[in-house]
């Protein structure tokens, strides 16, 4: 029997954003320092026992959050179309990081925090 490997790396991101047609205050303009948690599987090891190098994947996520970084998320596509909920992000990051990774390694999961105690996990 072969286990399976899952390997997570936790980033971060800072923006303001607005939800459209909320009653409340996230209707307004306000800030969030966004978590980010990008996971990943595999059944096979590296020569030297690695699944997928912490840095590598590290690597990768930080590329569709440099689109997102220190930006109004409302003027930034897709969001300039569609909300920008916790939802809507982790489904744009988990899309973006699905084709960076090399064939032998599967997105299992990318989770997105606005705050300490709020998030959202998209999968697929």
């Not at 980033?11 to 320092?33: D, E, M, N, V």
């Not at 059944?43 to 590290?58: A, P, R």
Request: glycine share 6%; net charge neutral; charged share 25%.
């Amino acid at each position: 029997m072969t286990g399976i490997y899952r390997t997570f790396v936790e980033s971060h991101f800072t923006s303001a954003h607005k939800i459209h047609g909320y009653p409340g205050h996230c209707g307004r303009l306000h800030g969030h320092t966004w978590k980010v948690r990008v996971e990943v599987e595999t059944q096979k090891l590296n020569s030297i026992g690695l699944s997928m190098d912490f840095k590598e994947l590290k690597r990768l996520i930080q590329i569709p959050l440099e689109k997102l970084d220190h930006g109004y998320l409302n003027e930034i596509p897709p969001f300039d179309k569609k909300n920008p909920t916790a939802e809507h992000l982790a489904s744009f990051i988990y899309q973006e990081i699905k084709k960076l990774l090399p064939s032998e390694i599967q997105l299992k999961k990318v989770t997105v925090w606005e705050s300490e105690n709020y998030g959202c996990s998209y999968s697929e």
